[in-house]
C-alpha cells in the first residue's frame, strides 16, 4: 500500500514531442505528489508538485494530471528538448510523517 | 551557495573498512534525510531527523548508524562494509510541518564502491 509504481522504465522522444510519464498509487492517505529530475551526477531536484484538491498543475512546459478517483498522476513534458534528457521520478508523501515513496524512475532521452 | 553539500563525493574501500559520509544544510530546515540510490536508480529512505531526533529508520542493517549532533549536519557512519552496500548515498532536507509535506532538497550524492 506504501508503494507508488511508475511506468515506463524508459522513454525515448523525438525533439518536440511530448513525453508522458505515470504513476499509480494505493494509499489514499497521500496528500503531496511530486516530481523529481535527476541528471547524471546530480541529486534529484524538484520539477513541480500538486496535492489532491486540483486535478492539473501547470508550470512552463511541465504538466501533473492528477486522478484521484483512479488513484494516478501522470506529467507532460510539451515541447521536449534534448536538454529535458534525465531520469524522472514520481513520488507521494503524507503530511506529518516525513517519509516520501519514490516511484522507480524513468529515464527520457530526447533525440535531437 | 550550495544547499545541500556533502562530502565525500566518491569513496572507494576495502570490505570491511569503516566509513563516513557527512552532510550540512544551509536552509534552516528542521528535517534532514538520509537516502539509498542503487544501481537500478531505485531511491530509498534510510534514517530521517527532525530536530536531532531520529523519527524514521527503516530497515537498515544496524553497521549504520546516522548521528546529528545540529539541525543542520546529519553524519552517516558505516561499519564493516560489504560488497552490497556500494550504491550512491544522498542527503536530503526539508522544512516539513506536521501536516504538510514539503520539498525534498537533495544533495549531490556520494557514490560509495565498496571493492
Known amino acids: 500500500q506504501q508503494q507508488v509504481k511508475q511506468s515506463p522504465q524508459s522513454l525515448i522522444v523525438q525533439k518536440g514531442g511530448i513525453s508522458i510519464i505515470n504513476c499509480a498509487y494505493e494509499n489514499t492517505a497521500f496528500d503531496y505528489f511530486p516530481w523529481y529530475q535527476q541528471f547524471p551526477g546530480k541529486g534529484p531536484a524538484l520539477l513541480i508538485a500538486?496535492?489532491?484538491?486540483?486535478s492539473e498543475k501547470k508550470e512552463g512546459r511541465f504538466t501533473i494530471s492528477f486522478n484521484k478517483s483512479a488513484k494516478q498522476f501522470s506529467l507532460h513534458i510539451m515541447d521536449s528538448q534534448p536538454g529535458d534528457s534525465a531520469t524522472y521520478f514520481c513520488a507521494a508523501s503524507i503530511g506529518g510523517t516525513y517519509k516520501y515513496i519514490f516511484g522507480t524512475g524513468t529515464r527520457l532521452k530526447v533525440l535531437a | 551557495d550550495t544547499a545541500v553539500s556533502q562530502t565525500p563525493k566518491y569513496l572507494v574501500t576495502q570490505m570491511g573498512n569503516d566509513k563516513s559520509i557527512k552532510c550540512e544544510q544551509n536552509l534552516g530546515h528542521d528535517t534532514m534525510y538520509w537516502y539509498k540510490q542503487d544501481s537500478k536508480k531505485f531511491l530509498k529512505i534510510m534514517f530521517s531527523y527532525n530536530n536531532k531526533e531520529l523519527i524514521i529508520n527503516e530497515t537498515v542493517p544496524n553497521r549504520f548508524s546516522p548521528k546529528s549532533p545540529d539541525k543542520a549536519h546529519l553524519n552517516l557512519h558505516i561499519n564493516s562494509l560489504e560488497l552490497g552496500d556500494s550504491a550512491v548515498y544522498f542527503c536530503?532536507?526539508?522544512?516539513?510541518?506536521?501536516?504538510?509535506?514539503?520539498?525534498?532538497?537533495f544533495g549531490e550524492g556520494s557514490r560509495l564502491t565498496v571493492l
Open positions: 500538486i496535492r489532491p484538491d486540483v
Open positions: 536530503a532536507s526539508s522544512q516539513s510541518d506536521r501536516v504538510i509535506a514539503g520539498e525534498l532538497f
